[in-house]
Nanobody, 122 residues
Framework: QVQLVESGGGLVQAGGSLRLSCAASGRTVSSRAMAWFRQAPGKEREFVAVMSSGGTTRYADSVKGRFTISRDNAKNTVYLQMNSLKPEDTAVYYC????????????????WGQGTQVTVSS
């Protein structure tokens, strides 16, 4: 099992940028598929981005070209760089991990962080 702690959320104006961090302990991020999901008020949690243990990335269509997932193995941390933010990006962002290959399905991930709030004002 891996423990995950997200940080970096906050309030930003539309068009701005934020970088979220997900610090892992207990297991190394390089041995796992690491993903970001988000949940807006009144909506279901949705897939944002994933990086496989081999470094392959995949993004939701809604964030493709604006968000970038990356990993620092030395710091055992995964990042989500979010650029050109829109009000519809407002949500609680969660980091998740799984041992097997990358997946966009929330139910495939056993390990989750507590989430960090991102609010984008118009």
């Amino acid at each position: 099992q891996v423990q995950l702690v997200e940080s970096g959320g906050g309030l930003v104006q539309a068009g701005g940028s934020l970088r979220l961090s997900c610090a892992a302990s207990g297991r190394t991020v390089s041995s796992r598929a690491m993903a970001w999901f988000r949940q807006a008020p009144g909506k279901e949690r949705e897939f944002v981005a994933v990086m496989s243990s081999g470094g392959t990335t995949r993004y939701a269509d809604s964030v493709k070209g604006r968000f970038t997932i990356s990993r620092d193995n030395a710091k055992n941390t995964v990042y989500l760089q979010m650029n050109s933010l829109k009000p519809e990006d407002t949500a609680v962002y969660y980091c998740a991990a799984r041992i097997l290959g990358s997946s966009w399905q929330m139910s495939d991930y056993p390990d989750w962080g507590q989430g960090t709030q991102v609010t984008v004002s118009s």
